[in-house]
Protein backbone atom coordinates (compact mmCIF):
# COMPACT_ATOMS: atom_id res chain seq x y z
CA UNK A 1 0.00 0.00 0.00
CA UNK A 2 1.63 3.31 -0.88
CA UNK A 3 2.61 6.00 1.80
CA UNK A 4 1.36 9.02 2.31
CA UNK A 5 0.89 11.70 4.61
CA UNK A 6 -1.27 12.78 7.23
CA UNK A 7 -2.59 15.46 4.80
CA UNK A 8 -3.73 12.87 2.40
CA UNK A 9 -5.66 10.96 4.49
CA UNK A 10 -8.74 12.58 4.13
CA UNK A 11 -11.22 9.86 3.40
CA UNK A 12 -12.86 8.29 6.14
CA UNK A 13 -12.23 4.19 6.59
CA UNK A 14 -13.65 1.58 4.91
CA UNK A 15 -15.61 -1.28 6.00
CA UNK A 16 -12.55 -3.09 5.31
CA UNK A 17 -9.92 -1.13 7.00
CA UNK A 18 -12.06 -0.97 9.95
CA UNK A 19 -12.72 -4.80 10.08
CA UNK A 20 -8.75 -5.06 9.65
CA UNK A 21 -7.77 -2.25 12.67
CA UNK A 22 -10.45 -4.94 14.46
CA UNK A 23 -9.03 -7.66 14.11
CA UNK A 24 -5.83 -5.92 14.96
CA UNK A 25 -7.16 -4.82 18.33
CA UNK A 26 -7.54 -0.98 17.37
CA UNK A 27 -10.90 -0.51 18.80
CA UNK A 28 -12.08 2.61 20.41
CA UNK A 29 -10.76 2.44 24.24
CA UNK A 30 -11.23 4.66 27.03
CA UNK A 31 -9.07 4.17 29.91
CA UNK A 32 -10.69 6.98 32.04
CA UNK A 33 -14.53 5.15 31.58
CA UNK A 34 -13.34 2.14 32.87
CA UNK A 35 -12.09 3.69 35.62
CA UNK A 36 -14.79 5.73 36.33
CA UNK A 37 -17.55 2.58 36.62
CA UNK A 38 -14.68 0.54 38.62
CA UNK A 39 -14.68 3.40 41.25
CA UNK A 40 -18.50 3.86 41.15
CA UNK A 41 -19.30 0.37 41.36
CA UNK A 42 -16.80 -0.01 44.34
CA UNK A 43 -18.33 3.07 45.84
CA UNK A 44 -22.08 2.17 45.94
CA UNK A 45 -20.99 -2.30 46.86
CA UNK A 46 -19.04 -0.84 49.70
CA UNK A 47 -21.57 1.72 50.75
CA UNK A 48 -24.44 -0.67 50.83
CA UNK A 49 -22.35 -4.28 51.32
CA UNK A 50 -20.25 -2.44 53.88
CA UNK A 51 -22.04 -3.29 56.73
CA UNK A 52 -21.94 -6.95 55.56
CA UNK A 53 -18.22 -7.29 54.63
CA UNK A 54 -17.77 -4.99 58.76
CA UNK A 55 -19.74 -7.89 60.37
CA UNK A 56 -18.28 -10.98 58.11
CA UNK A 57 -14.26 -9.28 58.76
CA UNK A 58 -14.71 -8.82 62.48
CA UNK A 59 -15.49 -12.17 62.48
CA UNK A 60 -12.78 -13.49 60.27
CA UNK A 61 -10.20 -11.33 62.77
CA UNK A 62 -11.68 -12.55 65.79
CA UNK A 63 -11.07 -16.11 64.78
CA UNK A 64 -8.12 -15.45 62.91
CA UNK A 65 -6.59 -14.33 66.03
CA UNK A 66 -8.03 -16.81 68.56
CA UNK A 67 -6.61 -19.84 67.97
CA UNK A 68 -6.88 -23.09 68.77
CA UNK A 69 -4.57 -24.77 71.28
CA UNK A 70 -4.72 -28.45 69.69
CA UNK A 71 -3.54 -26.21 66.59
CA UNK A 72 -0.34 -24.97 68.27
CA UNK A 73 0.78 -28.03 69.05
CA UNK A 74 -0.27 -30.04 65.78
CA UNK A 75 0.94 -28.94 62.78
CA UNK A 76 -1.82 -30.63 60.50
CA UNK A 77 -4.00 -28.94 62.96
CA UNK A 78 -2.54 -25.67 62.20
CA UNK A 79 -2.53 -26.31 58.24
CA UNK A 80 -6.20 -26.84 58.89
CA UNK A 81 -7.00 -23.92 60.83
CA UNK A 82 -5.04 -21.93 58.58
CA UNK A 83 -6.44 -22.92 55.05
CA UNK A 84 -9.87 -22.50 56.93
CA UNK A 85 -8.92 -18.58 57.58
CA UNK A 86 -7.96 -18.26 53.70
CA UNK A 87 -10.94 -19.51 52.55
CA UNK A 88 -13.18 -17.38 54.84
CA UNK A 89 -10.65 -14.76 53.48
CA UNK A 90 -11.59 -15.06 49.83
CA UNK A 91 -15.03 -15.41 50.65
CA UNK A 92 -14.92 -11.98 51.98
CA UNK A 93 -12.99 -10.72 48.87
CA UNK A 94 -15.06 -12.76 45.84
CA UNK A 95 -17.85 -10.66 45.36
CA UNK A 96 -16.16 -7.35 45.31
CA UNK A 97 -13.40 -8.74 43.30
CA UNK A 98 -16.16 -10.41 40.43
CA UNK A 99 -18.00 -7.17 40.57
CA UNK A 100 -14.59 -5.16 40.30
CA UNK A 101 -13.53 -7.80 37.27
CA UNK A 102 -17.37 -7.89 35.48
CA UNK A 103 -17.05 -3.70 35.61
CA UNK A 104 -13.86 -3.84 33.93
CA UNK A 105 -15.21 -6.21 31.13
CA UNK A 106 -17.64 -4.37 30.73
CA UNK A 107 -15.97 -1.08 30.96
CA UNK A 108 -14.13 -1.55 27.64
CA UNK A 109 -16.60 -3.62 25.27
CA UNK A 110 -19.42 -1.08 25.97
CA UNK A 111 -17.22 1.30 24.04
CA UNK A 112 -15.48 -1.00 21.26
CA UNK A 113 -17.12 -4.20 21.87
CA UNK A 114 -15.55 -7.41 22.66
CA UNK A 115 -12.50 -8.03 20.81
CA UNK A 116 -9.73 -10.44 21.11
CA UNK A 117 -6.59 -10.06 19.45
CA UNK A 118 -2.92 -11.42 20.09
CA UNK A 119 -1.90 -9.48 17.59
CA UNK A 120 -2.01 -6.33 20.26
CA UNK A 121 0.00 -9.05 22.62
CA UNK A 122 2.89 -9.00 20.17
CA UNK A 123 5.95 -6.74 21.75
CA UNK A 124 6.03 -3.54 20.03
CA UNK A 125 10.01 -2.15 20.29
CA UNK A 126 9.25 1.31 18.53
CA UNK A 127 7.50 1.61 22.13
CA UNK A 128 10.95 2.06 23.31
CA UNK A 129 12.10 4.65 21.33
CA UNK A 130 12.80 7.74 23.56
CA UNK A 131 12.90 10.28 20.76
CA UNK A 132 9.06 8.82 19.72
CA UNK A 133 8.11 8.86 23.10
CA UNK A 134 9.52 12.12 23.61
CA UNK A 135 7.36 13.31 19.99
CA UNK A 136 4.27 11.19 21.91
CA UNK A 137 4.60 13.21 25.18
CA UNK A 138 4.71 17.23 23.39
CA UNK A 139 1.98 16.03 20.55
CA UNK A 140 -2.02 16.61 20.64
CA UNK A 141 -2.55 13.61 21.97
CA UNK A 142 -0.23 14.61 25.10
CA UNK A 143 -1.70 18.43 25.55
CA UNK A 144 -5.15 16.39 25.80
CA UNK A 145 -4.04 13.84 28.20
CA UNK A 146 -2.42 16.64 30.46
CA UNK A 147 -5.39 18.64 29.99
CA UNK A 148 -7.84 15.97 31.14
CA UNK A 149 -5.47 15.53 34.19
CA UNK A 150 -5.97 19.38 35.00
CA UNK A 151 -9.59 18.92 34.53
CA UNK A 152 -10.30 15.58 36.45
CA UNK A 153 -8.31 17.54 39.20
CA UNK A 154 -10.12 20.77 39.30
CA UNK A 155 -13.79 18.59 39.21
CA UNK A 156 -12.79 16.81 42.09
CA UNK A 157 -11.50 19.37 44.09
CA UNK A 158 -14.60 21.73 43.54
CA UNK A 159 -16.70 18.73 44.51
CA UNK A 160 -14.96 18.00 47.46
CA UNK A 161 -14.49 20.99 48.86
CA UNK A 162 -18.37 21.62 47.91
CA UNK A 163 -19.30 18.09 50.14
CA UNK A 164 -16.64 19.43 53.22
CA UNK A 165 -19.15 22.89 53.12
CA UNK A 166 -22.46 21.20 52.89
CA UNK A 167 -21.52 18.62 55.31
CA UNK A 168 -19.42 20.60 58.03
CA UNK A 169 -22.57 20.79 59.86
CA UNK A 170 -22.33 16.94 60.40
CA UNK A 171 -19.06 16.91 60.82
CA UNK A 172 -18.74 19.02 63.91
CA UNK A 173 -21.85 17.12 64.99
CA UNK A 174 -19.46 13.61 65.60
CA UNK A 175 -17.42 15.31 68.54
CA UNK A 176 -20.96 15.28 70.53
CA UNK A 177 -21.56 11.62 69.38
CA UNK A 178 -21.58 8.60 70.94
CA UNK A 179 -17.53 7.47 70.46
CA UNK A 180 -19.24 3.87 69.85
CA UNK A 181 -21.26 4.98 67.02
CA UNK A 182 -19.39 7.74 65.69
CA UNK A 183 -16.90 5.52 63.65
CA UNK A 184 -20.08 3.92 61.94
CA UNK A 185 -21.50 7.86 60.95
CA UNK A 186 -18.17 8.86 60.00
CA UNK A 187 -17.79 6.07 58.08
CA UNK A 188 -21.24 6.31 56.42
CA UNK A 189 -20.15 10.61 55.19
CA UNK A 190 -17.11 8.67 53.77
CA UNK A 191 -19.32 6.22 51.65
CA UNK A 192 -21.57 8.77 50.69
CA UNK A 193 -18.70 11.23 49.27
CA UNK A 194 -17.05 8.63 47.95
CA UNK A 195 -19.85 7.56 45.27
CA UNK A 196 -20.17 11.61 44.43
CA UNK A 197 -16.13 11.95 43.42
CA UNK A 198 -16.48 8.38 41.86
CA UNK A 199 -19.80 9.78 39.45
CA UNK A 200 -17.93 13.06 39.13
CA UNK A 201 -15.27 11.00 36.85
CA UNK A 202 -18.01 10.01 34.16
CA UNK A 203 -17.66 13.30 33.59
CA UNK A 204 -13.94 13.14 32.46
CA UNK A 205 -15.23 9.74 30.83
CA UNK A 206 -17.68 12.17 28.84
CA UNK A 207 -14.77 13.95 27.48
CA UNK A 208 -12.49 11.33 26.41
CA UNK A 209 -14.87 8.84 25.13
CA UNK A 210 -15.78 11.33 22.10
CA UNK A 211 -11.80 12.00 21.75
CA UNK A 212 -11.16 8.50 21.67
CA UNK A 213 -13.15 7.78 19.01
CA UNK A 214 -12.31 10.76 16.97
CA UNK A 215 -8.51 9.96 17.09
CA UNK A 216 -9.22 6.75 16.48
CA UNK A 217 -11.30 7.76 12.90
CA UNK A 218 -8.18 10.44 12.44
CA UNK A 219 -5.71 7.22 12.67
CA UNK A 220 -7.77 5.19 10.38
CA UNK A 221 -8.14 7.72 7.58
CA UNK A 222 -7.27 6.46 4.11
CA UNK A 223 -6.20 8.12 1.44
CA UNK A 224 -7.41 7.92 -2.60
CA UNK A 225 -3.89 5.79 -2.90
CA UNK A 226 -5.01 3.51 -0.03
CA UNK A 227 -8.41 3.61 -1.64
CA UNK A 228 -7.54 2.43 -5.39
CA UNK A 229 -5.16 -0.01 -3.65
CA UNK A 230 -7.73 -1.24 -1.93
CA UNK A 231 -10.02 -1.85 -4.29
CA UNK A 232 -7.52 -3.43 -6.62
CA UNK A 233 -6.86 -6.08 -3.81
CA UNK A 234 -10.71 -6.58 -3.46
CA UNK A 235 -11.10 -6.94 -7.12
CA UNK A 236 -8.09 -9.06 -7.69
CA UNK A 237 -6.04 -9.43 -10.73
CA UNK A 238 -7.66 -8.70 -13.62
CA UNK A 239 -5.89 -11.97 -15.39
CA UNK A 240 -7.48 -14.53 -12.31
CA UNK A 241 -10.90 -12.85 -12.45
CA UNK A 242 -11.02 -13.82 -16.85
CA UNK A 243 -10.22 -17.33 -15.55
CA UNK A 244 -12.87 -17.52 -13.41
CA UNK A 245 -15.00 -15.91 -15.13
CA UNK A 246 -13.99 -18.41 -17.54
CA UNK A 247 -14.40 -21.13 -15.73
CA UNK A 248 -17.86 -20.18 -14.60
CA UNK A 249 -18.87 -20.47 -18.46
CA UNK A 250 -17.39 -24.26 -18.32
CA UNK A 251 -19.29 -25.19 -15.21
CA UNK A 252 -22.70 -23.44 -16.40
CA UNK A 253 -22.28 -24.93 -19.51
CA UNK A 254 -21.27 -28.09 -18.15
CA UNK A 255 -24.29 -28.18 -15.96
CA UNK A 256 -26.73 -27.38 -19.37
CA UNK A 257 -25.32 -30.05 -21.08
CA UNK A 258 -26.42 -32.10 -18.52
CA UNK A 259 -29.75 -31.09 -18.94
CA UNK A 260 -30.19 -31.87 -22.52
CA UNK A 261 -31.48 -35.54 -21.93
CA UNK A 262 -33.85 -34.44 -19.57
CA UNK A 263 -35.35 -32.42 -22.37
CA UNK A 264 -38.86 -33.00 -24.15
CA UNK A 265 -37.85 -31.68 -27.44
CA UNK A 266 -35.27 -29.38 -28.75
CA UNK A 267 -36.12 -27.09 -31.31
CA UNK A 268 -33.41 -25.80 -33.81
CA UNK A 269 -33.10 -23.27 -36.65
CA UNK A 270 -31.67 -26.15 -38.05
CA UNK A 271 -28.16 -25.51 -37.91
CA UNK A 272 -27.23 -22.10 -36.61
CA UNK A 273 -29.49 -22.08 -32.76
CA UNK A 274 -30.87 -25.33 -30.67
CA UNK A 275 -33.05 -24.49 -27.79
CA UNK A 276 -34.02 -27.41 -25.82
CA UNK A 277 -37.29 -27.26 -23.60
CA UNK A 278 -38.74 -29.51 -20.65
CA UNK A 279 -42.13 -29.26 -19.02
CA UNK A 280 -43.04 -31.08 -15.66
CA UNK A 281 -46.95 -31.31 -15.36
CA UNK A 282 -47.66 -29.70 -11.62
CA UNK A 283 -43.86 -28.65 -11.24
CA UNK A 284 -43.69 -26.10 -13.65
CA UNK A 285 -46.34 -23.43 -15.21
CA UNK A 286 -44.88 -22.92 -18.06
CA UNK A 287 -42.00 -24.75 -20.13
CA UNK A 288 -38.84 -24.34 -19.07
CA UNK A 289 -35.42 -23.66 -21.09
CA UNK A 290 -33.36 -25.94 -20.48
CA UNK A 291 -30.38 -25.57 -22.28
CA UNK A 292 -29.88 -23.25 -25.91
CA UNK A 293 -26.76 -22.25 -27.72
CA UNK A 294 -25.38 -21.09 -30.85
CA UNK A 295 -23.09 -22.22 -33.71
CA UNK A 296 -20.59 -25.10 -32.09
CA UNK A 297 -23.10 -24.96 -29.14
CA UNK A 298 -26.23 -25.69 -30.90
CA UNK A 299 -24.33 -28.74 -32.76
CA UNK A 300 -23.64 -30.40 -28.97
CA UNK A 301 -27.26 -29.74 -27.65
CA UNK A 302 -28.43 -31.46 -30.78
CA UNK A 303 -25.96 -34.16 -31.03
CA UNK A 304 -26.87 -34.74 -27.06
CA UNK A 305 -30.42 -34.83 -28.03
CA UNK A 306 -30.12 -37.87 -30.75
CA UNK A 307 -28.19 -39.00 -28.17
CA UNK A 308 -30.51 -39.84 -25.48
CA UNK A 309 -33.95 -40.15 -27.87
CA UNK A 310 -34.63 -36.49 -27.33
CA UNK A 311 -37.20 -35.02 -30.94
CA UNK A 312 -35.10 -32.77 -32.62
CA UNK A 313 -37.61 -30.37 -34.53
CA UNK A 314 -36.20 -27.74 -36.64
CA UNK A 315 -38.93 -24.98 -36.80
CA UNK A 316 -36.52 -21.67 -37.32
CA UNK A 317 -38.86 -18.75 -36.31
CA UNK A 318 -39.55 -20.68 -33.37
CA UNK A 319 -35.86 -21.33 -32.52
CA UNK A 320 -34.92 -17.67 -33.21
CA UNK A 321 -37.33 -16.24 -31.47
CA UNK A 322 -36.57 -18.37 -27.80
CA UNK A 323 -33.05 -18.11 -28.16
CA UNK A 324 -33.20 -14.16 -29.04
CA UNK A 325 -35.87 -13.74 -25.88
CA UNK A 326 -36.35 -16.85 -23.64
CA UNK A 327 -33.40 -16.87 -20.64
CA UNK A 328 -31.75 -20.17 -19.20
CA UNK A 329 -33.55 -22.07 -16.72
CA UNK A 330 -36.55 -19.84 -16.30
CA UNK A 331 -40.11 -20.27 -18.28
CA UNK A 332 -40.36 -18.92 -21.97
CA UNK A 333 -42.05 -15.79 -22.39
CA UNK A 334 -45.70 -15.22 -22.29
CA UNK A 335 -46.25 -14.66 -26.03
CA UNK A 336 -44.67 -17.80 -26.77
CA UNK A 337 -47.21 -20.06 -25.15
CA UNK A 338 -48.92 -20.64 -27.87
CA UNK A 339 -46.15 -21.87 -30.48
CA UNK A 340 -44.20 -23.86 -27.78
CA UNK A 341 -47.98 -26.01 -27.19
CA UNK A 342 -48.46 -26.59 -31.18
CA UNK A 343 -44.68 -27.60 -30.80
CA UNK A 344 -45.51 -30.06 -27.51
CA UNK A 345 -48.44 -31.51 -29.13
CA UNK A 346 -46.30 -32.20 -32.25
CA UNK A 347 -43.86 -34.20 -30.42
CA UNK A 348 -46.55 -36.27 -28.44
CA UNK A 349 -48.26 -36.85 -31.34
CA UNK A 350 -44.70 -38.48 -32.73
CA UNK A 351 -44.36 -40.42 -29.90
CA UNK A 352 -47.58 -41.92 -29.88
CA UNK A 353 -48.91 -42.12 -33.75
CA UNK A 354 -45.75 -41.04 -35.94
CA UNK A 355 -47.32 -41.82 -38.93
CA UNK A 356 -50.47 -38.63 -38.40
CA UNK A 357 -47.98 -36.07 -37.08
CA UNK A 358 -47.99 -33.02 -38.94
CA UNK A 359 -45.52 -30.25 -38.12
CA UNK A 360 -47.09 -27.07 -37.90
CA UNK A 361 -47.11 -24.57 -40.87
CA UNK A 362 -47.41 -21.84 -38.94
CA UNK A 363 -46.15 -21.22 -35.46
CA UNK A 364 -48.40 -17.91 -34.08
CA UNK A 365 -45.83 -15.90 -32.94
CA UNK A 366 -46.52 -12.91 -32.14
CA UNK A 367 -45.21 -9.46 -34.12
CA UNK A 368 -43.37 -7.74 -31.14
CA UNK A 369 -41.43 -11.84 -30.79
CA UNK A 370 -40.95 -12.45 -34.62
CA UNK A 371 -37.02 -11.93 -35.19
CA UNK A 372 -37.77 -13.04 -38.76
CA UNK A 373 -36.38 -9.18 -40.10
CA UNK A 374 -33.88 -9.44 -37.79
CA UNK A 375 -29.85 -9.15 -39.14
CA UNK A 376 -28.11 -10.23 -36.12
CA UNK A 377 -28.62 -11.96 -33.02
CA UNK A 378 -27.46 -11.56 -29.78
CA UNK A 379 -24.72 -14.52 -27.62
CA UNK A 380 -26.07 -15.63 -24.93
Known amino acids: MAED ?30 SSLLLLTGAIAVYYGGSWWFGYGTRLLHTALVIPQAA ?10 VGAIGGDGLLLALPLLLLTALVCIAGGVVLGGWVFSTEALAPDLTRLDPVAGLQRLFSVAGLVELLK ?17 TQRGALMGLLGVDPLQAPMLLGSLCG ?4 WLAAATLLVAAVDVPWQIVQLNKKLKMSRQDMKDEMRESEGNPEVRRRLRELQRE ?11 KADVVV ?8 ALGYEQGRHRAPVVLAMGADQVAARIRELALEHGVAVVEAPPLARALYRYAELEQEIPVGLYNAVALLLAYVYQLRALPQQARLPEDWAIPAELDTTAETAMPVH
Do not use: C, Y
Request: charged share 30%; no cysteine; aromatic share 8%.
Open 5 to 34: SAQDRDLPASLKRRQQAREKGQVARSRDLS
Open 268 to 275: TNPTHFAV
Open 72 to 81: TRDPRQMLRF
Open 251 to 261: RARRRMMAAVP
Open 149 to 165: AVFKSLVIGVLLAWLLW
Open 192 to 195: RAFI
